[in-house]
């Protein structure tokens, strides 16, 4: 199918400004798309909250920053916590901003990349049309409750990273799945692979960074771990569990020596607790080389060829992850950066994005083209 050149207008993340850190894998999935759009010749307009750091690739795009009072993240309430929005919140401002702007500039569809029930609540309402990259697993019910009553009357506007992650929603028919894409010219191959052991991500509950800290402390090892911590209590329970220094807090990092630092490891490990919707930190790993062992749960369970890529443990099994750590030599390094080659670059993201817009029902196409 070809697809015209479109006119997008992409609202970011109500969770944090891009470059906080407190978007998680959104972040670098919303910039990684930008970056392919444009290569493919589509245009695009931003909404992001003010504060917004953009990379120098997409310093040319027209960004409109908002004021407000960030959105709480739906994985740190129950799962039963109603909808609730703070007086001056960002969410509803940038969504005024954002249709705003689609009016007078005459956007071909709106694409948004926030978790939150307010844009879903309004798609069947507005004009240009809104399409939801969906970033989470279903951790609260309202929100849960809306993508499936969206699936019955919009079910095309709606976009997974992983069939794993849509499997936590009732849709009414087979879910769009995009997959996720990055700028892997900013990843550099590793080859060598005596390095430490690595853990990514923001440190909080639903990541499981206790489990990846057990496997390092069997090893009287030290485990580089990366990331915002977003849960202080959390992070300094795991610390004084462990024997001294087997963390090596090396903070939240720009991509460029975030990538550097990862391609020193031998293995990364990545044990998340919940259904994880796609693992961005588990391609970024690969892209450098670097073998993951992760549990067989969520997205990380999708991507990891075990035996190939990495190995895949029983979820939650330390032992596992022990021995699975074992045996990581027998993993090919230039195989796992050939993987994130083949599946995961973001012109063929940006590609399926802009396929999964052009013609809201190509959800057949878009899904006989995954890897
Ligand atoms: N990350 C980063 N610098 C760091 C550690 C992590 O930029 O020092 C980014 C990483 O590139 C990844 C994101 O944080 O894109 C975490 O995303 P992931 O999908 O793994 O988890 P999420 O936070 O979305 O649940």
């Given at each position: 199918m070809t697809v015209n050149a479109l006119k997008l207008l992409l609202v970011s993340t109500p969770i944090g400004s891009l470059g906080s850190g407190k978007g998680g894998g959104v972040e670098v999935t919303l910039l990684s798309l930008i970056q392919g759009l444009l290569r493919i010749g589509h245009e695009v307009i931003l909404v992001a909250p003010n504060g917004s750091q953009l990379p120098e690739e997409c310093k040319d795009i027209e960004v409109c920053y908002v004021s407000g009072l960030a959105q709480a993240s739906?994985?740190?309430?129950?799962?039963?916590s109603p909808v609730t929005i703070p007086v001056k919140g960002v969410l509803p401002s940038m969504w005024d901003k954002a249709l705003e702007i689609a009016l007078e500039k005459g956007v071909d569809a709106i694409l948004n990349f926030g978790y939150d029930w307010l844009p879903l609540w309004i798609t069947p309402y507005v004009r240009p049309n809104i399409f939801h990259l969906i970033s989470?697993?279903?951790?609260?019910e309202a929100m849960k409750n809306q993508i499936n009553n969206l699936s019955k009357t919009h079910h095309s506007r709606l976009a997974f990273h992983t069939h794993r992650q849509a499997s936590d929603y009732d849709l009414v028919q087979q879910p769009i799945v995009v997959g996720n894409g990055f700028d892997l010219d900013k990843y550099k191959f590793n080859p060598r692979s005596d390095g430490p052991l690595g853990w990514a991500g923001r440190v909080a509950p639903e990541k499981g960074l206790e489990d990846a800290a057990a496997v390092a402390a069997h090893f009287q090892e030290t485990l580089l771990v990366w990331g915002v911590v977003e849960n202080e209590q959390y992070a300094r329970n795991i610390e004084e569990s462990l024997p001294a220094g087997t963390i090596d807090w090396r903070g939240f990092l720009p991509t460029k020596e975030f990538q550097n630092q990862l391609g020193e490891c031998r293995a990364f490990i990545n044990t998340p607790?919940?259904?994880?919707?796609?693992?961005?930190v588990v391609v970024e790993a690969m892209a450098c080389g670097v073998p993951v062992i992760a549990y067989n749960r969520g997205g990380p369970g999708e991507l990891v060829n075990s035996g190939v890529t990495g190995w895949l443990v029983q979820n939650d099994d330390i032992d596992e992850l022990i021995l699975a750590a074992k045996r990581v030599d027998k993993i090919d390094r230039n195989k796992c950066r050939e993987w994130a080659l083949n599946s995961a670059s973001y012109q063929c993201f940006a590609k399926k994005i802009a396929m999964w817009i052009s013609e809201e029902n190509a959800y057949k196409n878009i899904n006989s083209n995954q890897n």
């Open positions: 739906w994985q740190h309430q129950n799962y039963i989470m697993g279903g951790v609260s607790k919940w259904n994880e919707a796609y693992g961005n």
